[in-house]
């Protein structure tokens, strides 16, 4: 088994204490940070099937995610020597009425892991609380709202809504969440979408960068 094989087992069994160690040692081998980062994203896609299909729970879901950052840590510093330009600040948060704070925090790791400033506001923030915090950070360039049940799509339309019309600019919204597709995401007025934790970086690089 490859190291990077290795990663992405130990990752989806959530070894947290072995996982850095393997990082580095396939480090050591010459595979490339992004490689390994990758390998453990796609740990992380199949533990959520895992989740969706009810063949695991929120524990397991959250140890391997803890697994995952540790993982990370060890990539950080050659990541962010890679992209030395920094993607800016990325103001995250679950909107009001939403106390769910699992797959925030998942988005959150990884499009940190793409190269942004976290700016973490938790679980049911509402509307304003994004743009305050917007005003509060300097350099925001991406601010991420995610609703995770249907009852609260209103809520994430307010979000999204309110920060458009509070007249700040220089950044890009993306949304997420369970219940939302890709058509509410362009009804409400955000400029993305995401499916998943792994998309979300991808499409948050995009969108600053474009």
Do not use: R, W
């Not at 969706?52 to 990539?75: D, H, N, Q, R």
């Not at 800016?88 to 988005?107: E, P, R, S, W």
């Not at 979000?159 to 997420?176: Q, R």
């Amino acid at each position: 088994m490859s190291k990077i094989a290795e990663v992405k087992a130990k990752v989806e069994a959530g070894k947290t204490k072995l996982v850095p160690g393997l990082v580095q040692e396939a480090l050591d081998q010459g595979n490339a940070a992004e490689d390994i980062l990758q390998a453990m994203v796609d740990s992380m896609g199949v533990v959520g099937d895992k989740f969706s299909t009810g063949e695991i729970f929120v524990p397991e879901m959250l140890i391997a995610a803890k697994a995952m950052s540790k993982g990370v840590e060890v990539l950080k510093p050659l990541m962010a020597s890679d992209g030395a330009s920094s993607l800016g600040t990325c103001v995250i948060g679950t909107v009001a009425g939403d106390l769910h704070d699992i797959g925030k925090n998942l988005v959150s790791m990884m499009i940190e892991s793409a190269g942004f400033n976290m700016v973490d506001l938790g679980v049911d923030v509402p509307a304003n609380g994004f743009v305050d915090a917007i005003k509060a950070n300097d350099n925001v360039t991406l601010v991420a709202c995610s609703g995770l049940l249907t009852t609260t799509m209103p809520a994430l339309k307010e979000a999204v809504e309110t920060i458009k019309a509070s007249g700040l600019t220089g950044f890009k919204v993306i949304v997420g969440g369970a219940p939302v597709t890709p058509e509410y995401a362009a009804e409400i007025g955000a400029d993305g979408y995401a499916p998943d934790a792994g998309s979300a970086a991808v499409k948050s690089k995009e969108l600053v960068t474009a």
